[in-house]
């Protein structure tokens, strides 16, 4: 059982960053895979990064590369999205979510409330 809330969101501008935190509760958070996934009004979430528990394996979608790092800091059980070159169709709802399977699996268990972000143009 792992419970998750995310925070960070906010208004930003056309270029700008955020940085998105990821706080979780876990009796053993190295055993999860982490990632973020987003929800534009009307469609269904989908996929935006995700890591290993170790850290050692990140992955992101096309969509994203290049401007977004996700990050884990096992120490304090926490991850996060580092967001740069913002654009306004990054504008969303993006959720925090975590599986023991592999970090690019289609199950994810477990999931946090969300935090909007919104990108202005």
């Known amino acids: 059982q792992v419970r998750l809330v995310e925070s960070g969101g906010g208004l930003v501008q056309t270029g700008g960053s955020l940085r998105l935190t990821c706080a979780a509760s876990?009796?053993?958070?190295?055993?999860?895979?982490m990632a973020w996934f987003r929800k534009f009004p009307g469609r269904e979430r989908e996929f935006v990064a995700s890591?290993?528990?170790?850290?050692?394996?990140?992955y992101y979608s096309d969509s994203v590369k290049g401007r977004f790092e996700l990050s884990r800091n096992n120490a304090e059980d926490t991850v996060f999205l580092q967001m740069n070159n913002l654009k306004p169709e990054d504008t969303a709802i993006y959720y925090c979510?975590?599986?023991?399977?592999?970090?690019?699996?289609?199950?994810?268990?477990?999931w946090g409330q969300g935090t909007q972000v919104t990108v202005s143009s």
């Open positions: 890591v290993s528990g170790a850290g050692i394996n990140t």
């Open positions: 876990a009796r053993t958070f190295t055993d999860y895979n």
């Open positions: 979510a975590a599986n023991t399977i592999e970090p690019l699996s289609n199950r994810w268990d477990y």
